[in-house]
Structures are given as C-alpha cells and as structure tokens.
Nanobody, 128 residues
Framework: VQLQASGGGLVQPGGSLRLSCAAS????????IGWFRQAPGKEREGVASHGDVHKMTCFAEFAKDRFTVSSGTDKNTVYLNMNNLKPEDTAMYYC??????????????????????WGQGTLVTVSS
C-alpha cells in the first residue's frame, strides 16, 4: 500500500487548493481514506475521512463548509478540495489509508491512530 499526497503550495487567504492522494498497490474500494494535517509545534489533527466520496464522508468542524472530497476518473486518486483558506490552515497535509477489513469500520471523526498506511505530506502555506 503506497500513498502519495501532492498539490500543496502557497496560497493567499481566501484562496483555494486541491490536494491529491494517489494510490498504488491497492484500490480505494477496499480502504477508507483519512486526511490529516500537522502545523509546526502542534499535534497531527484529522481533517476528513471518507469511503465512497459520494456516500460516506466526515469532516472536522473547521473543515465543514470549506473543504470537500472528490475522486478522480481513474479511481486511483482522491482529492481534498480546500476553499476559503485561512492562515490557520497552514500545515503539512497527509493522506492515509485504513483497510475496510479492520475492526471498527469507518472512523468519524478521523483519528490518526486508526490509520496504518501513510503517504508523505504536502505543505500548504496560506499567507499574503
């Protein structure tokens, strides 16, 4: 199971970014995906978790109404769409996978300890 997050960058407050999470070695159909972030000096926190992006999604309170998730047509990529970004959204963002075979099922709100497979992060900086 390999994951690769990408799409981070520098954006002005109020702007948007779309982060990608690409999968190799597995299919998203068999895994739940979690999105997390970690700001300097802070603990890693859950942003969102999802199964089928059309049926099963969960967002942290700060992400509701601003962030969405979507899937690519190739079914090997999922996206975290972030709108109305704020300076406090500045962090390293990660995607992670949790097998649907694991006891406990879908975890909402997302908890980092519930995910065993992690990709490298992508840095999001929100600044004017």
């Amino acid at each position: 199971v390999q994951l690769q997050a990408s799409g981070g960058g520098l954006v002005q407050p109020g702007g948007s970014l779309r982060l990608s999470c690409a999968a190799s070695g597995f299919t998203f159909d068999d895994y739940y995906i979690g999105w997390f972030r970690q700001a300097p000096g802070k603990e890693r926190e859950g942003v969102a978790s999802h199964g089928d992006v059309h049926k099963m999604t969960c967002f942290a309170e700060f992400a509701k109404d601003r962030f969405t998730v979507s899937s690519g047509t190739d079914k090997n990529t999922v996206y975290l769409n972030m709108n109305n970004l704020k300076p406090e959204d500045t962090a390293m963002y990660y995607c992670a996978a949790r097998s649907k075979d694991r006891r406990g099922g879908f975890v909402c709100p997302p908890r980092a300890t519930s995910y065993s497979d992690w990709g490298q992060g992508t840095l999001v900086t929100v600044s004017s």
